[in-house]
Nanobody
Framework: QVQLVESGGGLVQAGGSLRLSCAAS????????MGWFRQAPGKEREWVAA????????GYADSVKGRFTISRDNAKNTVYLEITSLKSEDTAVYYC?????????????????????WGQGTQVTVSS
């Protein structure tokens, strides 16, 4: 089992940047594929980015490509989401998610039900 704690959210002006962090408990973080999702008020939760255990070829939703970067530091049991050129439509609660897989897996996961473990979320608010 793994516990996830997100941090780094806040109120940012449009055009600004943020780095979200998701710290995971446990000793087998490198066996978990990781993802970031977000949920805006009144909307369904949507996938934004994911990274495999091998960190090769991370995936991004079309709406965030070129502005969001996901990365992981297995030594720190942490996955990051760098967000640049923030827009008002990026306002949402951002969730980190994890699913147990295997070392060296190049596949990343994009569906809610692919993930077993979720953090509590961190609020990102973009002001125009």
């Amino acid at each position: 089992q793994v516990q996830l704690v997100e941090s780094g959210g806040g109120l940012v002006q449009a055009g600004g940047s943020l780095r979200l962090s998701c710290a995971a408990s446990g000793r087998t973080f490198n066996r978990y594929a990781m993802g970031w999702f977000r949920q805006a008020p009144g909307k369904e939760r949507e996938w934004v980015a994911a990274v495999s255990t091998s960190s090769s070829s991370p995936g991004y939703a079309d709406s965030v490509k070129g502005r969001f970067t996901i990365s992981r530091d297995n030594a720190k049991n942490t996955v990051y989401l760098e967000i640049t050129s923030l827009k008002s439509e990026d306002t949402a609660v951002y969730y980190c998610a994890a699913t147990l897989t295997f070392l060296g897996n190049t596949y990343y996961y994009t569906r809610d039900d692919d993930y077993r473990y979720w953090g509590q979320g961190t609020q990102v608010t973009v002001s125009s």
